[in-house]
């Protein structure tokens, strides 16, 4: 009898256990979690508030993936220092998904790739998350991540892709409909984190704080700058929360350009705390210091 209720208890625990995910982002951890529902658990590595190109390598990380089932990196040369977290962990049982597979890539270098061109990745733009129609793209290689390794759930993640899918196209109509006044306005930015964004919403992002990516600009590189903020009546400068604000206080001085901060990941503003808010409040936030 007490073998019996050993092998219940036993079963009860393996059909009941849910699936480990560890993801490199904010951004693909809510995703996940809107596909994975109650199956699984998942955390993210680097918070919405720091810069996910950099991210220090914790011993606490490795100890995470080591408990983990499946690892879902953002891939495009963005979060290089997986590798490093995941070799530490030592879990031969992992299984490492590139979410970027199957994303149509933007800004792909041609010819030679070396410092003097600054930070930029073989395989292109990496930010590919900011457009939602990516997002979508994601959710799908999700659900084929967490599907394999949980056969059992297929229907149930597939159902969530379907209603997650389905909350991105009817945003994207409302979207379409309350921010086309954003259509061809002119900003700058501070690195170049938004070409799929500014593809989708139309937005005309006339250059860049940094003159090349992960370069900091120079003297004639800010007097370009003011250039052409006053030549072309640009009013906007957007910037991502993890960069000092000393250079956009700087031409604000100069020229009384605004200065806004937005979220490139879920959590790097407050109000930005899922994958759509965090587009919606991006919208927001440009309707508004567009006007």
Same mark, same amino acid.
Request: glycine content about 6%; aromatic content about 8%; some cysteine.
């Given at each position: 009898?007490?073998?019996?209720?050993?092998?219940?208890?036993?079963?009860?625990?393996?059909?009941?256990?849910?699936?480990?995910?560890?993801?490199?982002?904010?951004?693909?951890?809510?995703?996940?979690?809107?596909?994975?529902?109650?199956?699984?658990? /998942?955390?993210? =590595?680097?918070? $919405?508030?720091?810069?996910?190109?950099? #991210?220090? *390598?914790?011993? %606490?990380?490795? +100890?995470?993936?080591?408990?983990?089932?499946?690892?879902?990196?953002?891939?495009?040369?963005?979060?290089?220092? /997986?590798?490093? =977290?995941?070799? $530490?962990?030592?879990?031969?049982?992992? #299984?490492? *998904?590139?979410? %970027?597979?199957? +994303?149509?890539?933007?800004?792909?270098?041609?010819?030679?790739?070396?410092?003097?061109?600054?930070?930029?990745?073989?395989?292109?733009?990496?930010?590919?998350?900011?457009?939602?129609?990516?997002?979508?793209?994601?959710?799908?290689?999700?659900?084929?991540?967490?599907?394999?390794?949980?056969?059992?759930?297929?229907?149930?993640?597939?159902?969530?892709?379907?209603?997650?899918?389905?909350?991105?196209?009817?945003?994207?109509?409302?979207?379409?409909?309350?921010?086309?006044?954003?259509?061809?306005?002119?900003?700058?930015?501070?690195?170049?984190?938004?070409?799929?964004?500014?593809?989708?919403?139309?937005?005309?992002?006339?250059?860049?704080?940094?003159?090349?990516?992960?370069?900091?600009?120079?003297?004639?590189?800010?007097?370009?700058?003011?250039?052409?903020?006053?030549?072309?009546?640009?009013?906007?400068?957007?910037?991502?929360?993890?960069?000092?604000?000393?250079?956009?206080?700087?031409?604000?001085?100069?020229?009384?350009?605004?200065?806004?901060?937005?979220?490139?990941?879920?959590?790097?503003?407050?109000?930005?705390?899922?994958?759509?808010?965090?587009?919606?409040?991006?919208?927001?936030?440009?309707?508004?210091?567009?006007?």
């Amino acid at each position: 009898m007490k073998n019996t209720t050993l092998t219940a208890v036993l079963l009860f625990s393996t059909l009941s256990a849910k699936l480990s995910v560890v993801t490199s982002t904010t951004d693909l951890a809510d995703i996940t979690s809107a596909v994975g529902g109650d199956r699984i658990q /998942v955390v993210s =590595i680097a918070r $919405g508030t720091q810069d996910p190109h950099y #991210v220090e *390598v914790l011993p %606490s990380y490795m +100890i995470k993936v080591k408990r983990a089932d499946i690892y879902l990196k953002v891939g495009m040369e963005l979060d290089r220092w /997986v590798q490093q =977290i995941i070799d $530490g962990s030592r879990n031969r049982k992992l #299984v490492v *998904v590139d979410c %970027s597979q199957d +994303i149509p890539r933007l800004e792909v270098p041609i010819g030679k790739i070396d410092a003097s061109r600054g930070d930029i990745h073989r395989y292109g733009n990496p930010h590919y998350w900011l457009d939602p129609e990516n997002g979508k793209i994601i959710a799908a290689t999700i659900t084929e991540a967490l599907s394999q390794a949980d056969p059992a759930g297929m229907q149930f993640y597939e159902e969530n892709l379907r209603a997650f899918s389905a909350r991105i196209d009817e945003r994207l109509v409302m979207w379409d409909e309350q921010f086309s006044g954003l259509r061809g306005g002119k900003l700058i930015f501070y690195h170049n984190t938004w070409p799929y964004f500014a593809s989708r919403f139309g937005l005309d992002v006339v250059q860049f704080i940094e003159p090349k990516p992960g370069i900091m600009p120079t003297p004639r590189h800010l007097e370009k700058l003011i250039s052409i903020i006053m030549e072309q009546q640009i009013t906007l400068v957007a910037m991502e929360p993890y960069f000092s604000d000393k250079v956009p206080k700087y031409l604000a001085q100069k020229t009384g350009i605004k200065i806004v901060k937005m979220a490139q990941s879920v959590g790097a503003r407050t109000a930005a705390t899922s994958y759509l808010e965090m587009i919606d409040y991006n919208l927001e936030v440009l309707k508004e210091a567009l006007k």
